[in-house]
């Protein structure tokens, strides 16, 4: 298949990023009422490049006033001129945002490329993503239909689909373009609005995707964006009593918090957490299509990915050939700034290096077999960077510390099975229940793991397949509530119900 080469344009704004270390013209301060506006306090903070490990732009920080001046701008938009834009007239607008991506899609990716540390090409697909996710709620406007109840011939009873509110949205730093579409264009084609946090580590897309609502003719409160910690703004955020609905992407300990924050108004949440994954790899599987599978679950965006294929499930006969394939294949792997397009960028920050550094020094300590990678790296051409390198960790006990706990970086953890029972029991032995993997062909084995996996999806022989039309989320730890599809507008609405004697 042919590459389409680089646009011009691309490679100015790649040419500046790598020359200046940054780009001009990003935004640095609040969207509220359809405003740049500074954070109350004056307060400031930097984002990092992770490729470099250096600051590459400041923003505001902000903290409860800001966010209070966002979620009342948001109620006052809620009861003006969006309450009485049909859902035909939403649905343009939503179109239009979608136009407007695309034709932003250059600085679009390498303002993500340069924020969240992740490959170009990487950024390039999460900007197409946005769009699309735009186009499809555009298309779903005017669909949102209620329904009749048949109560007998003397009554006439039916539903409406109403706007839930005033929506808050708290945005990951893995994802943070695609996150924010995934959440806000529902949110606004169920004629919600929206006060968005997007983390401290990657705010600059969010405020860029505002600003092209606002472009789109989004009348100005509708869509708000409030950058800060989550200690400052997203936990005023949360617990906004003028907040109806939280969609919350991140950790379980943070999510518990999220979940507290919100009891004492009776705040309706959408909560996706953490994963574990697993993929199960059986003996009859088309092998080399497995491979590349695994490859792409655990090693793209540096495997800092909710729902990435960490655990490898691989049955006992094909065990030695498969991980050494996959093996082969992460060493092949190259590492380096994601302008390059390496074949791995680097993760998110020192400190998560760290962390992913420990979970793989205690599992070796404990006579994990290190088959590749297992240590700390940087950019090979500017010794630069926040690396960690592919690994693949074999040997593993069922309740090992690195199979049970979420490592959120690219390290792929081996588990050994004899049959499809011992399969399911290991596929469902951690406390997380995002996603899970198949790979046969034997379509009665795929399709009874299907049924027995608890998981909130299921891929078999393609990982990641689907796309924005396949509802999304979690069991059990790792959440509840589902994004993307029809669901996603469902979870953005309220019923009502009417009932009428009509004799």
């Known amino acids: 298949m042919s590459v389409a080469r680089p646009s011009e344009a691309l490679l100015a704004l790649v040419h500046e990023a790598q020359a200046t270390g940054t780009l001009t013209g990003l935004p640095d301060k609040h969207l509220i009422a359809g405003v740049a506006q500074a954070s109350a306090s004056g307060a400031r903070m930097e984002t990092f490049d992770a490729g470099t490990g250096r600051a590459f732009a400041a923003f505001a920080a902000g903290g409860p006033e ?63 993503g946005a769009a699309g996710c735009f186009e499809y709620y555009a298309g779903a406007c005017d669909k949102h239909e209620g329904s009749s109840i048949p109560l007998g011939p003397d009554y ?17 730093w893995n994802y943070p373009l695609s996150t924010a579409a995934r959440g806000i264009a529902p949110a606004l084609a169920a004629g919600c609005t929206v006060v968005a946090k997007p983390a401290e580590q990657t705010p600059l897309t969010a405020l860029m995707l505002a600003e092209i609502c606002l472009q789109a ?28 609905h939280i969609s919350f992407t991140g950790s379980v300990t943070t999510g518990i918090h999220v979940m507290q924050a919100a009891a004492p108004n009776i705040t309706r949440l959408v909560l996706e957490l953490g994963g574990k994954s697993p993929v199960v790899v059986l003996a009859d599987c088309d092998m080399q299509a497995a491979v590349e599978s695994v490859l792409g679950a655990i090693f793209e965006n540096a495997g800092q990915i909710c729902s990435a294929g960490s655990r490898l499930l691989v049955a006992r006969s094909i065990h030695g050939e498969f991980v050494q394939r996959v093996a082969d294949r992460a060493r092949a792997l190259t590492l380096g700034h994601g ?31 290190v088959v590749c ?131």
């Open 217 to 244: 003719g989004l009348p100005a409160g509708v869509c708000n964006v409030v950058t800060g910690t989550g200690a400052d703004a997203g936990a005023a955020l949360v617990r906004h009593p003028g907040i109806h």
């Open 373 to 503: 990678g297992g240590r700390a790296a940087t950019d090979p051409q500017t010794g630069q960077g926040w690396f960690f390198a592919p690994t693949l960790l074999d040997g593993l006990q069922p309740t090992d510390e690195a199979v049970q706990e979420e490592i959120f970086g690219p390290v792929l953890c081996v588990q050994v099975f004899d049959d499809l029972d011992e399969a399911l029991a290991l596929a469902n032995g951690t406390r997380f229940a995002l996603v899970a993997g198949v790979f046969t062909r034997d379509f009665g084995a795929a399709h009874r793991l299907a049924r027995d996996i608890d998981a909130g999806q299921v891929y078999i022989n393609e990982y990641f397949a689907g796309g924005i039309s396949v509802p999304f989320g979690g069991n059990r730890q790792s959440g509840f509530g589902r994004e993307k599809g029809l669901e996603a507008l469902r979870s953005y609405s309220r019923t009502k119900s009417v009932a009428a004697l009509i004799t």
């Open 156 to 172: 006439l009873a039916y539903t409406l689909n109403e706007p839930v509110g005033v929506t808050a949205h708290i945005i990951p």
């Open 339 to 369: 302008l390059r397009n390496p074949g791995m960028g680097p993760v998110s920050s020192e400190a998560h290096l760290r962390k992913i550094t420990g979970y793989v020094e205690r599992a070796r300590q404990r006579g994990a077999e």
């Open 66 to 128: 800001d966010v209070d001046r966002a979620v009342t701008v948001a109620q006052a938009a809620l009861r003006g001129p969006w309450r009485d834009t049909t859902p035909a007239q939403r649905g343009r607008i939503l179109h239009r945002v979608a136009q407007l991506i695309r034709s932003n899609a250059d600085r679009l990716a390498v303002v993500e490329c340069l924020d969240s540390g992740k490959r170009l090409v990487e950024a390039q697909g999460d900007v197409a």
